[in-house]
Structure formats: structure tokens, C-alpha cells
């Protein structure tokens, strides 16, 4: 026999997921142990948990899963063949309706290419407070993305208006939000993407209590702080409009105490997904607004999941004793704030259950 860990380990698929597939009688354990609920698998329902994860990872619906691993062990395996030919027509059909909206949405992108272009390549000379500044790269950097597919992510947005300078970071999972005010700039507002080594050079010359000088200069920026200066080359891409994503307040707020709400991420459940999957924590706000940790077995509909490391960071980021999660639907974006600046803020994309 072998353990629900062993099976995880062999399969591919989770313990959570192997529980969940328990439940809905899809792969049922041969025991059950009657005390403590310990699930155990005969030799010969590993290759059925391989094919599982398989079948789960082409994104065959949960219905058609349980109809071949039914039909896998008879003589006659037509009914699996259909099963098998019938997805991948969907998954054929599906990929050729992508691409014929992808061609439109090409198209629409072709017209509005040289929108956004004025509002980089503008020179703009302001000043800024360097601890602002410093506050705000360490309020947003934690967000930037690292991948190669999306170059337009692999920096910080320094967005001007006005008086205002607002700082953005998102890698698509989570997103980061700061401001800080800045004089001498009277002109429209102005747009580039510093990447992040850049980033981080500036916010390593951030260390007075003085004001700094931000130039812009076409596709270049520079900071200077004192007699030290760093520059370089902005991004040549267009940033995603992070105003239509910002949150509103409301849903249900909970002042968390950071460093005891770290020590219960760091101690409680932990909901593995499946290989190469992250670590989720299962949140939910309970009685009197206090922010718990969901355990396995915990089906609350209200309860979200979300990427564990990201969840660290961000509280991480948001560098106060306490701050303010705001939780809605298991569907909308965590936001975290700071109780005494909501204007600096993350979100984290919540994580789908299906287990």
C-alpha cells in the first residue's frame, strides 16, 4: 500500500489534490484508516493518478476524467479514445477561435500604437524628497515582474502629474501602489518605465534627508543626489493602464498586526498545489474582523487563497506594525494598506480553489 504523501510524490498531484479527487470519487483510496482518517492507494492505482494528473494538466473537464478512469480498467478501451479525440478537438477548435481574436485585438493595437508615445518622450526637471522617494520604491519594488515574455513589467512606472508622483509595479499577480509629491513640474503628464536595476540604483542614492532631482529626457532618466548620480534608459514599452485596476475601499477590512499574522503564515496550514504549483494560504475573516487561517478541511465559501511568498512580501513592503486587508469575493484582489497612508497600497490576485 502506499501513503496519500507517497502517491503525491509518484503521481504529480498534490495531497490536497488526491484528498479532493477523494471526495468527489474520481480516485477513491483503496483505506481508509477508520481513526485517523489516513488515506492509503493499492500499487496499482498509481498509474491512474499519473494519468489523472495528466489529463487534469490538458485541462480535461472533471466529468470526462471520471468517465476514462472508469472505463481504463475493461477490455475495451473505444470509450476512452472518443473521450481522448473529442477534447482535443475542443482544445484544437479552442486554440482557433484564439487566434482569430487575437488577430482582431492586433488590429486594434496597430491603430493606437503611437498613443501613449507623448507621454514619455517629454524632458521634464522636477524635485522630489528623497524619503519619499526611498519610501515609495520600497512600497512598489517587491511587484515588479522577472519574466522575459513581459518586458514591459521588468520595471517601475514613474507616472507624473501635477504635483504628483505616482510609482506603480505589477507582475500581472500582484500590484504595487505609491506616491510622492514633486515640484517644478507644471507641464502634462508624463510616463516612463524605469527598469529595475535602475530602480534599485536610485533608491541606493536615497539615503539623506534632502531633496533630489529627477530629469527626464526622452527614453532617459536620471537621478541626482548631491554630487552622485545615476542614469539610463527607460523601457521602450508601454506600461498597462493601472488606474482601470486600482481598488476601491470596502469589502471586508481587518487590521492585522504584522508580526503576529507573519508568525501564523509561518506556523499555520499550508495548502500545497499541485508540482510546480506555489504554497497557498487560505484566508477568512472571521467574527469580530480578525483575519484567520483556513485549515484543509475548512470548505467556508467565503475563504480566499493566495500565493503564500507574495502574501509575506507585501506585508513585508507595506513596513508598518499594522496595516489594513481589505477581503471581498474569493474572486477579487487582496488589497493591503497602510493605516495611515491608503494611498500606498498592493493587491494580490487571489488564487482559484478547485480543491
Known sequence: ?????????????????????????????????????????????????????????????????????????????GLVRELLKAHLHRLEQGLSDARGEFSALRALLDQRENVMTSLRNTTVRLSVAAPELAAALDAVRFAASTDPELPM????????????????????????????????????????????????????????EGPVRLSLDGGRVSLEAGDRQVAGQCLDHDFPDYRRLLPRVGGRRAVVEVAAFRRSLDTGPVRSGEVGAPDLSVLRVAGGGAVTLCADAD?????????????????????????ILELGAPTTPIAIRRPDDEDAFSLLMPVRLDH
Not at 495531497?15 to 492509503?40: H, K, N, T
Not at 494528473?53 to 466529468?63: S, V
Not at 508622483?165 to 505589477?170: E, I, K, P, Q, S
Not at 503628464?189 to 536610485?202: F, G, K, N, W
Open 153 to 208: 513589467l521588468g520595471g517601475v512606472l514613474f507616472d507624473i502629474e501635477g504635483e504628483s508622483l505616482r510609482v506603480v509595479a505589477t507582475d500581472r499577480y500582484r500590484m504595487a501602489f505609491a506616491r510622492a509629491g514633486v515640484a517644478g513640474h507644471d507641464g502634462g503628464r508624463v510616463q516612463v518605465i524605469v527598469p529595475s536595476p535602475l530602480a534599485d540604483a536610485m533608491r541606493a542614492l536615497l539615503d539623506g
Open 299 to 323: 470548505e467556508d465559501p467565503n475563504r480566499i487563497a493566495v500565493n503564500r511568498e507574495f502574501l509575506l512580501a507585501a506585508l513585508a513592503a507595506g513596513a508598518r506594525d499594522r496595516l
Open 1 to 77: 500500500m502506499r501513503s496519500i504523501g507517497e502517491m503525491a510524490r509518484d503521481s504529480g498531484l498534490g495531497v490536497s489534490a488526491l484528498r479532493f479527487y477523494d471526495r468527489a470519487g474520481v480516485l477513491v483510496p483503496a483505506w481508509v484508516d477508520p481513526v485517523s482518517g489516513y488515506r492509503w492507494y493499492e500499487p496499482g492505482q498509481l498509474e491512474e493518478a499519473r494519468m489523472l494528473a495528466c489529463l487534469r494538466r490538458a485541462g480535461m473537464p472533471l466529468a470526462d476524467i471520471r468517465l476514462v478512469l472508469a472505463s481504463w480498467s475493461g477490455a475495451d478501451t
